[in-house]
Each structure stands twice: as C-alpha cells, then as structure tokens.
C-alpha cells in the first residue's frame, strides 16, 4: 500500500491538509499526520485543533512514498524553520521521491532550490519565492515528482491529483464523482 506523510505545524492552513489527507484515505492509501511540534496537539491557523497521528522524531519517514507540505502562513514558517522536514525534503527531492506543497509551503521548495527549472504554482503573490521556477496560476502543476497547488480553494483538486498519482487517473475520477466534484 502507497504511503503519504501529512507534515502539520502550528499555523497550518486546516482545510489544504484535510481535504488531501480524507481523499487519500478514502482512495485507499496509508496517511500519516506527522506533528512537527515535538507534541501531537496542533493548532490550526483558524481555531482548529488537530491530533496528529506521531512526531516526526518517531516516525520512519524512509517508509513514505510522498511527503505532503500544507500551507498557511504561519504554518509555513514553522515548517520551514524545522530542519528535520527539511533534510527529508531535499534527501526526497534528490531520490526523485514525490514532494507535494500547497498554497506558501511550496516556497519552501523555492528556498531549497527545489523548483528551480521547474514548473510550480503557489499563493498568488509569492511566486517571487519560487526561485528559478517557472511560475504558472494553474490550480495544481505537476513537474516530475514535485507537486504544487495555489491555496485552500484548490485543495480538493490538489487531494485528487494526489490520488491520481498513486491510484491512475480513472480511480481519482471515480473519486472526484463520488464526493460530488462537479
């Protein structure tokens, strides 16, 4: 079975880690919400407070098969000032492992020289983070093995495409049309 690592950090934008994180699971494939917090209790950037499934010091990430970085503002930075998810990241990145980031997460991919040469998408406005990246305004870009995704408004199509990655394009549709997408 497919494995995903749903990174979740104070601040996180609630709704770009939870539509991906149910149409994943709906689809069939093994998510885990890994806390970058040192506690699982993490608080969302509108009031929303979620149990993570484990601490990333507990957590084989070796095991995954995409690393999964949602946005909001705040979140964002805790992610990126987590050195930790950041090494991962690069050590994915360099196996040709997916990376998947929505909305200000995929400017930490810019930070890192990920996107560099590569099509990528963010938050409208921060395309300027997305260093050498060739910025686009589609609502999901998929360049190889790295995935970007604009904001909230996108995360469904951001879950789909996700799914459509692990489980072929005929499954996400079938998904897309169960959970009313029109």
């Not at 200000?104 to 998408?121: E, F, S, Y």
Request: charged share 25%; with cysteine; aromatic share 4%.
């Amino acid at each position: 079975m497919a494995k995903a690592a749903v990174f979740l950090a104070d601040g996180f934008e609630e709704v770009e880690a939870m539509a991906p994180i149910d149409i994943l699971r709906r689809g069939g494939i093994d998510v885990t919400t890994v806390s970058i917090m040192g506690r699982k209790e993490i608080h969302g950037s509108h009031g929303i407070d979620v149990m993570a499934d484990a601490l990333i010091e507990d957590t084989d990430l070796d095991q995954m098969d995409m690393l999964i970085l949602p946005g909001g503002k705040m979140g964002t930075r805790n992610e990126e000032a987590c050195e930790a998810l950041k090494a991962k990241v690069k050590e994915f990145d360099a196996a040709g492992k997916y990376v998947a980031a929505i909305c200000a997460a995929p400017t930490i991919l810019g930070h890192l020289g990920i996107v560099n040469g590569r099509k990528a998408t963010c938050y409208g406005g921060l395309e300027g983070e997305l260093k050498g990246a060739d910025t686009c305004t589609d609502p999901v870009v998929v360049d190889g093995h790295i995935i970007t995704s604009r904001g909230m408004g996108t995360s469904v199509a951001f879950g789909l495409k996700l799914l459509e990655i692990f489980t072929g394009k005929e499954s996400a549709e079938n998904m897309a049309k169960a959970i009313m997408v029109p």
